[in-house]
């Protein structure tokens, strides 16, 4: 994924930001993938999960509208 259309924080271990990021694998698609990484700080970042949406975050693409 080059740039997720959104992002959101969701649940996980106690000092680390947990993130959900949705967006097209290309710029030549219709499809969206699901990313969720793991922010530890200082420095490192650790994807945990990347598969084609689901129903579990769609819900994403449609807030604020």
Sequence with gaps: ????EV???VEGH???VTV????HPHGQ???????IAVHRPP???VIFHAMELTD???YLLYEGE
């Design 56 to 58: 579990l975050y769609r």
């Design 29 to 35: 698609t219709e499809r969206y993938l699901e990313v």
């Design 7 to 9: 992002s959101a924080e």
């Design 14 to 16: 106690p000092g680390e």
């Design 1 to 4: 994924m080059a740039h997720a």
């Design 43 to 45: 420095r490192d970042l």
């Design 20 to 23: 959900v990021y949705v967006g």
